[in-house]
């Protein structure tokens, strides 16, 4: 059974950093495109980074260059290491399996961990 | 980038009834178009992919129809647990951009 759990949400300042760890079990996180969606108060789910099997990376331009995405594969772990952080990053943040095969869906989500930017 | 748009923004329903949730792209994004069920504290759940197809488990009373630009989530027949917001999502490229999100409720 595939399992995804994420960690290290808080309540951090602007400005400051943090990594968020999400645990994978059932599947290899090397062997399928991983990536992290966010969900603000009351607002509809984004994008936020994908890691591509082959260790390429891609992010929303609103995270670009001070969010960086991550894998161990010998612990089976995504990362999301985010620095810089901003108010409108308050959000709850998934991590995602990409299916493979036809449009490449995200058919496994982890239950979230809340990140709260504020002063 | 290509935008995702739904309509409506929130509809109310009661148990038993129809309802069609419409999802349109900025740009053709052939059939990579899928629908996904978000609740309050819960992860989001995917519901179709491919535009039409069902995801294992799903009821079949939710179906999915469109390609190209114009796409459509249908609920034969509402029941208690379906309200809820739903989301389109093209994956025709590799930023996976999200639809809005349509709030379904209980009239």
Sequence with gaps: EVQLV???????????????????????????????VRQAPGKGLEWVSLIFTDGETQYADSVKGR?????????????LQMNSLRVDDTAIYYCAKIGVGASMPFDDWGQGTLVTVSS | DIQMTQSPSSLSASVGDRVTITCRASQTISDYLNWYQGKPGKAPKLLI????????????????????????????SLQAEDFATYFCQESYTSFYTFGPGTKVDIK
Excluded at chain 1, 67 to 79: E, Q, V
């Design chain 1, 67 to 79: 969010f960086t995405i991550s894998r161990d594969n010998s612990k089976n772990m995504l990362y």
């Design chain 1, 6 to 36: 994420e960690s290290g949400g808080d309540l951090i300042r602007p400005g400051g950093s943090l990594r968020l760890s999400c645990a994978a079990s059932g599947f290899s996180v090397i062997s399928n495109y991983m990536s992290w």
């Design chain 2, 49 to 76: 992919y491919a535009a039409s197809r069902l995801h294992t488990g799903v009821p079949s009373r939710f179906s999915g129809s469109g390609s190209g630009t114009d796409f459509a989530l249908t609920i034969s």
